[in-house]
Nanobody, 122 residues
């Protein structure tokens, strides 16, 4: 069974850091793009960052550039999202997803994790 599992969410004060992990079972990330998306209460889901596993290309939404870093550990088949200088507006459920093409659009992503809650407090 193909599955993605996120972990690392939690409660953090503004200005703090968290590292999210996305691990796969049932398939390898090779030749896939892994994206991080988030959905805040009452808002639409938005793309946060992505990494093209085959060539290492990364991309970020403007609101997290300079604060978030996406990376991968090929040996562990895991993608990380290091989130620094967290803001109240980063509070959301964070999802990782896998797509066969490099895309910012969630419709292109075939496999989704269950999500992990990130709550930033003042």
């Amino acid at each position: 069974e193909v599955q993605l599992v996120e972990s690392g969410g939690g409660l953090v004060q503004a200005g703090g850091s968290l590292r999210l992990s996305c691990s796969a079972s049932g398939f390898s990330f090779d030749d896939w793009t892994i994206g991080w998306f988030r959905q805040a209460p009452g808002k639409e889901r938005e793309g946060v960052s992505l990494i093209n596993y085959s060539d290492g290309t990364t991309d970020y939404v403007d609101s997290v550039k300079g604060r978030f870093t996406i990376s991968s550990d090929n040996a562990k088949n895991t993608v990380y999202l290091q989130m620094n200088s967290l803001k109240l507006g980063d509070t959301a459920v964070y999802y990782c997803a896998a797509a066969e093409v490099e895309s910012r659009y969630e419709d292109e992503y075939d496999c989704w994790g269950q999500g992990t809650q990130v709550t930033v407090t003042s």
